[in-house]
């Protein structure tokens, strides 16, 4: 596609349920990040994974969140047994390879998690 | 380690004002320094960046900035603001202690009056 694509755009769900939030990348793009956005709090690194290589999951606030790449292409990031400070606007970002590539990050437009 | 301090999370210009908006970073070797815009409702997008070579880069929409390295700041300017300009504004570091992950500061808010 000609930008990265998010979905759902907004997500209203209950306490204790489960949530998959998806990004579908720039075609061609090895490396992919997932942040989180709060209100006031900046961007929130969670995961970032580049082709093949392992994930840096060193942003993952607690063992519910987790994301898995198929394919080296789209991905999801999963939160289980959802908790009100998980709301957030989930942003994803694609960009080249680094030896290719001097730091863009290409974003989607997000999508937004109300815990209620 | 990397970190991204942008001083202010509002800042209020009237248009046709000079627009600054500061940031400092802190990295342990030569970094990458970026502004990004957010728009209500959108995603981010680059509005200029710095990697290597001249320290005063020029963006889209009249923005510049220039790498201080003295100062490690990489603060943000627009000689003459328009309503247009008001929107979200971040600035983030990579390559900070051999890392390739940016790290986004806060944001500041630009509001501007007519």
């Known amino acids: 596609g000609a930008g990265v694509s998010q979905s759902p755009s907004n997500k209203v769900t209950e306490k204790g349920k489960d949530v998959e939030l998806r990004c579908d990348p720039i075609?061609?793009?090895?490396?992919l990040y997932w942040y989180r956005q709060s209100l006031g709090q900046g961007l929130e690194f969670l995961i970032y994974f580049q082709g093949n290589s392992a994930p840096d999951k060193s942003g993952l606030p607690s063992d519910r969140f987790s994301a898995e790449r198929t394919g080296g292409s789209v991905s999801t990031l999963t939160i289980q047994r959802t908790q009100q400070e998980d709301s957030a606007v989930y942003l994803c970002?694609?960009?080249?390879?680094?030896?290719?590539?001097?730091?863009?990050?290409?974003f989607g437009e997000g999508s937004r998690l109300t815990v209620l | 380690a990397q970190s991204v301090t942008q001083l202010g999370s509002h800042v209020s210009v009237s248009e046709g004002a000079l627009v600054l908006l500061r940031c400092n970073y802190s990295s342990s070797v030569p970094p990458y320094l970026f502004w990004y815009v957010q728009y209500p409702n959108q995603g981010l997008q680059l509005l200029l960046k710095y990697t290597t070579g001249a320290t005063l880069v020029k963006g889209i929409n009249g923005f510049e900035a220039e790498f201080k390295k003295s100062e490690t700041s990489f603060h943000l300017t627009k000689p003459s603001a328009h309503m247009s300009d008001a929107a979200e504004y971040f600035c983030?570091?990579?390559?900070?202690?051999?890392?390739?992950?940016?790290?986004f500061g806060r944001g500041t808010s630009l509001i501007v009056h007519p």
């Open positions: 983030a570091v990579s390559r900070g202690g051999g890392s390739y992950i940016p790290t």
């Open positions: 075609s061609g793009h090895t490396a």
């Open positions: 970002a694609s960009s080249l390879d680094w030896d290719r590539n001097t730091g863009e990050l290409f």
